[in-house]
């Protein structure tokens, strides 16, 4: 079980460094006006959204053995889990909603401001630490 729970965080914390840095490169497609630049910066993001799907999966799976086949967060007592749950399913929409607004740079379709990329980047931070808390603490 210590194999599969230490690959789960390494593949999620792989996985939340693609969260965190996409993001940052729609603020720079947002600010950008330069079209080398544009296509430079929109090569990086179809690099990154691709092999951040990559680690989420294993991550995923890890996540569903330990809970499926170890039993972690089974019984009472164990409401975190369906807590943290809720936060992966969100994290996995965030994900999903990277993917859309990575098309809509494609298309030159974008209509929101760099500052709201800065606020959309904060997202993972929120999940990551709500996760970790509830992993950790255990308060319900």
Request: include cysteine; proline fraction near 4%; hydrophobic fraction near 55%.
């Amino acid at each position: 079980m210590l194999w599969v729970k230490s690959l789960h965080i390494v593949f999620v914390a792989s996985w939340f460094a693609g969260l965190f840095y996409l993001p940052r490169i729609f603020v720079n497609l947002a600010e950008v006006s330069d079209t080398a630049a544009t296509e430079r910066l929109l090569l990086m993001a179809r690099r990154l959204y691709r092999f951040m799907t990559i680690l989420a999966i294993p991550a995923l799976l890890l996540g569903l053995w330990l809970w499926l086949g170890y039993g972690i967060g089974k019984g009472p007592g164990n409401g975190w889990l369906h807590a943290k749950l809720a936060i992966v399913v969100l994290l996995v929409g965030y994900h999903h909603a990277c993917g859309s607004l990575l098309k809509k740079f494609e298309r030159g379709a974008n209509q929101r401001s760099h500052k709201w990329y800065r606020w959309f980047n904060e997202v993972p931070v929120l999940g990551l630490l709500a996760a970790v808390l509830l992993v950790v603490i255990k308060p319900f």
